[in-house]
């Protein structure tokens, strides 16, 4: 497995694995915007996009992972966990945060797995499902 930045030929194949983005314009105008800002990262197994994720400077000027999407087919065999730590690898801040629904089971195992602290909550983003926050502290020199 291989993960590097996303470039305009990947565009189709992330939309291909991200199921929101078969049926919503809005999110496969997104994926353009983060494939053409260089923010989107891709996990290559065989050749093909397994899954793929976003980092961006937009929370509090803080790294934050805004998208974190893996291929049904390719789901717990370790695609999550690399993209997450090329990402932090990569980031910027001394801070990663990312967030997800309190219904998203795997993403929470996910953090946990992963070190992150739950750092908070948002209700009313989507009725009856609210949003957790999880924070990381990476390296102090950065």
């Not at 194949?13 to 989107?40: F, K, L, M, Q, Y």
């Not at 801070?95 to 750092?119: C, D, G, I, V, W």
């Not at 209700?123 to 499902?129: V, Y």
């Amino acid at each position: 497995m291989r993960v590097r930045q996303a470039t305009r030929t990947d565009i189709d194949a992330i939309i291909a694995v991200d199921r929101e983005a078969a049926r919503d314009e809005n999110r496969r105008r997104h994926i353009r915007e983060w494939v053409s800002g260089a923010s989107a990262f891709v996990a290559m197994v065989d050749d093909a996009v397994a899954g793929y994720a976003v980092l961006e400077y937009t929370f509090f000027s803080q790294g934050f992972i805004s998208m974190l999407i893996v291929a049904e087919t390719s789901r717990r065999k370790g695609v999550g966990t690399a993209l997450v730590s090329h990402l932090e690898a990569i980031c910027k801040t001394g801070k990663l945060f990312t967030s997800t629904n309190e219904s998203n089971e795997p993403m929470k195992a996910l953090m946990q797995r992963m070190s992150y602290e739950r750092s908070g909550i948002v209700h009313n983003l989507d009725d009856g499902d609210p949003e957790l926050f999880f924070f990381k502290k990476l390296e102090a020199n950065r």
